[in-house]
């Protein structure tokens, strides 16, 4: 009996662990499927390196290099805020910080994570967008800009919290041992610490601009949504993830528009997937 | 000549009485040995030496550390200067996850300004060959010091000591993590650097301190139970817990 029991417990986690696989093959397949037959349409290149976004002109121009542009852009402008922001607030967290503060800190990062994305949308709406626009004098503040500003916000709790774990986790001797050549502390942190723990923070960046990859919702509200290869920083941009939300609604189902988007989705994805690997990389790297 | 002395030296870690009222001097171009069983305070009292316990919170000192008659303990002591004259090797061999080369010239690049390629190459090689390890490593200079042996570490961790040309060597139970054939190599390079070094060793192994030593002091609970020339430790103890100690009564 106890023994019958153990097997219909053990076969049932056993199901459950193969649902969660199963389904994210049926999910990929279903992406790949839709999307692929967009390519009867038009050719793989003329797809990825189309200068126009058009779906629903007719015959309909779907290149989707203004929306890939815009994502590189948004997220580029993300990084470059995020990195070295969240990067030096990991190392205050793990090295600087006395402990009182470190805990204010650690629960500041975390409360920042815990805003819905749709939130930071509509505060970038109402405050950094007019901000933007009079600090430039631009038509409007609807920009990959202050795409870039919200979206560093939310990858910034991201590498704060990993790059401190991976800071945390440098062995203690180390550190001791540039103390004991005579090292200051910011030596220490620049010559020791910062080299034993590259490997981590490379991966806190990656999943941080993961996230910022894949946000929807905060770019969709403020970036502007032009679909138009940017210039500059300072122009409307639309990113893949936005042109999805906001087209989905309208695409007629098996139009060609339709199978565009989803082609756009197989795009995002190759994306992320490949950003997700190289942060496991890294993070395995440490571990060895 | 004595090099270190210390004048009624008391530390606490908080309410934790660890070192209690240590008189002693340690002379210079010697090796001293600090024996006892574990938990008497022997690497705290090392610690003293090079201001370590500054990183552990809650510490306090009083009484007199000198060196060379300059106050060690004084706050005003300009730390970088202190630890540069006074090396110290750890109990894990802790190389820095960089190259060989970058190991060794880690003092050089945070204390000298003006360095240039060629200087830091003869700084490595003296340093490597201070060490017995320059015939084995030359070529190796680049590799990550981490993909060392264990003793090999050890010795690059003594020559990244010996590379900031510092007086004193400080070493915590630097043999405890090798090997037995290892342990011997490393002990025969403490003798030859005790030519130009002062040496203080803290060992749980008694052995080692009869062999390689030429004073010792015996710790414990946190008193300098007995100081004086190793022969005499060890064959001619004053004390009655000194000699229960060596004999292997406890410990």
């Known amino acids: 009996m106890r023994k019958l ?61 203004p929306l890939i542009l ?22 205050y967290i793990a090295e600087v910080a006395p402990a009182k503060t470190k805990e204010a800190l650690k629960a500041g990062i975390e409360l920042l994570a815990a805003i819905p994305s749709v939130v930071l949308g509509f505060i970038g709406m109402v405050t950094l967008v007019p901000l933007v626009k009079s600090v430039f004098h631009i038509p409007t503040g609807l920009t990959a800009l202050s795409g870039s500003i919200m979206l560093a916000f939310m990858a910034m709790p991201t590498i704060v919290s990993i790059a401190e774990d991976a800071l945390y986790s440098v062995p203690k001797s180390y550190k001791e041992g540039a103390f004991a050549l005579g090292a200051t502390h910011w030596q220490t942190i620049r010559r020791v610490m910062l080299p ?37 920083i300072l122009q409307p941009v639309r990113t893949l993830t936005a042109t999805i939300a906001a087209e989905m609604g309208e695409a007629v189902v098996g139009s060609e528009h339709y199978f565009a988007l989803f082609a756009v989705g197989i795009v995002l994805f190759i994306i992320s997937f490949a950003v997700n690997v190289t942060a496991d990389l890294f993070l395995h790297k440490k571990e060895r | 000549m004595a090099k270190i002395t210390t004048k009624n030296l008391n530390l606490w870690y908080g309410a934790f009485h660890a070192v209690k009222n240590i008189n002693s001097a340690f002379e210079a171009n010697r090796i001293t040995a600090i024996i006892g069983p574990s938990g008497c305070g022997k690497s705290t ?75 830091l190459d003869e700084i490595v ?98 008193e300098l139970i ?23 009564r406890y410990g």
């Open chain 1, 70 to 91: 815009g994502s590189l852009l948004v997220t580029l402008g993300a990084a470059v805020i995020s990195i070295p922001i969240g990067v030096a607030c990991a190392v």
């Open chain 2, 45 to 119: 009292l090392l610690r003293v030496f090079n201001r370590m316990n500054d990183l552990i919170e809650g510490v306090r000192t009083d009484g007199g550390a000198l060196i060379d008659d300059n106050d060690i303990l004084n706050s005003n002591t300009d730390l970088v200067v202190l630890r540069k004259k006074i090396g110290m090797v750890f109990q894990r061999p802790n190389p820095f996850p960089l190259s060989i080369y970058e190991n060794i010239v880690f003092g050089e690049r945070i204390h000298a300004d003006g360095i240039t390629r060629d200087g």
């Open chain 2, 125 to 222: 090689q003296e340093s490597l060959k201070s060490v017995l390890l320059w015939d084995e490593l030359k070529d190796r200079l680049n590799e990550p010091a981490l993909r060392l042996s264990l003793e090999q570490r050890q010795r690059l961790c003594i020559a990244r000591c010996i590379a900031v040309k510092p007086d004193v060597l400080l070493m915590d139970e630097p043999c405890s993590a090798l090997d037995p054939q290892a342990t011997a190599r490393i002990e025969e390079l403490m003798r030859e650097l005790k030519n130009n070094y002062t040496i203080i060793i803290v060992t749980h192994n008694m052995q080692q301190a009869a062999r390689v030593s030429d004073d010792t002091g015996f710790m414990l609970l946190g």
């Open chain 1, 5 to 65: 029991k153990e097997l219909v417990i053990e076969k049932l986690i056993l199901i459950c662990g193969l649902a969660s696989i199963f389904f994210v093959a049926l999910i990929f397949l279903f992406l790949l499927k839709e999307g692929f037959a967009v390519f009867k349409a038009v050719n793989p290149f003329n797809f990825l390196f189309g200068k126009s976004w058009y779906p629903i002109s007719d015959p309909p121009q779907l290149g989707i290099l």
């Open chain 2, 226 to 248: 007995e100081f004086g020339r190793t022969e005499q430790i060890f064959t001619a103890p004053h004390d009655r817990r000194t000699e229960d100690y060596i004999t292997g």
């Open chain 1, 196 to 232: 034993a723990a590259s490997s981590g923070i490379l991966a806190a960046v990656m999943l941080g601009l993961g996230r910022v990859i894949g946000e929807t919702m905060a770019v969709m509200m403020i970036t502007g949504n032009a679909a138009v290869i940017p210039r500059s």
